[in-house]
């Protein structure tokens, strides 16, 4: 069972421009949740999505951030117009069923901007 | 809110010296408890948890026990590794529903010298 994948690993963007980051979880699993991992700050969680629902996005900025998670496919997690202050490692976390607390989590997009 | 406090770091230990990292948290009702580790360049990975009060949760020689009466967490092991050098995350999550987000500590960096 493949574990979280995340794509690309790194991505570059210079200011204005949009990233898109993107999360397969674990085979079966239809929770994911995205944190954002600041330089020299700890992790911050950002959305909680299950198939085709945002159950709770109090963590993700207002503007410019947004996520989905389409009934086929994966979840991404979009950021437009970037700015410096987006640089960040985000990760994206899988988790099985309903009320279950153990998360699984992919290796993370570096996203620098220039 | 549910919030969690670890020791700062970082931590420099010789090869087979104890590691004791502190960790507190504040929340209503029972959280589950974890530690989880993230290595040089790497996504995070599940260390240990813990689910109710007294509960000893323990893997690759770590172990940390749930403190109810002084709301702690801390991670322990008696002999630790050069392979052991890594941030480690203290982090909760509330049981009520099916949002089980994560709440984090800032993360205790550990260097282990030979």
């Known amino acids: 069972n493949a574990g979280v994948m995340q794509n690309p690993r790194h991505l570059v963007r210079r200011r204005g421009q949009e990233a898109r980051l993107r999360c397969s979880p674990m085979k079966g699993h239809s929770h994911v949740y995205w944190y954002r991992q600041l330089p020299e700050e700890g992790l911050k969680f950002m959305v909680y999505?299950?198939?085709?629902?945002?159950?709770?996005e109090s963590g993700m900025p207002k503007e410019r951030f947004s996520a989905e998670f389409p009934k086929e496919g994966p979840s991404i997690l979009r950021i437009q117009q970037v700015v410096r202050g987006d640089s960040a490692a985000y990760f994206c976390?899988?988790?099985?069923?309903?009320?279950?607390?153990?998360?699984?989590f992919g290796p993370g997009t570096r996203l620098t901007v220039l | 809110g549910n919030s969690v406090t670890q020791m700062e770091g970082p931590v420099t230990l010789s090869e087979e010296a104890f590691l004791t990292i502190n960790c507190t948290y504040t929340?209503?009702?029972?959280?589950?408890l974890f530690w989880y580790v993230q290595y040089p360049g790497e996504g995070l990975q599940l260390l240990l948890k813990?689910?109710?009060a007294d509960d000893k949760g323990s893997n690759k020689g770590f172990e940390a026990t749930y403190r109810k009466e002084t709301t702690s967490f801390h991670l322990e092991k008696g002999s630790v590794q050069v392979s052991d050098s890594a941030v480690y995350f203290c982090a909760l999550s509330g049981n009520a529903g099916n949002n089980r987000k994560l709440i984090w500590g800032l993360g205790t960096s550990l260097a282990v010298n030979p």
């Open positions: 976390a899988s988790s099985p069923t309903v009320g279950t607390d153990t998360q699984y």
């Open positions: 999505l299950q198939k085709e629902n945002i159950i709770d």
């Open positions: 813990a689910t109710k």
């Open positions: 929340a209503t009702g029972y959280p589950s």
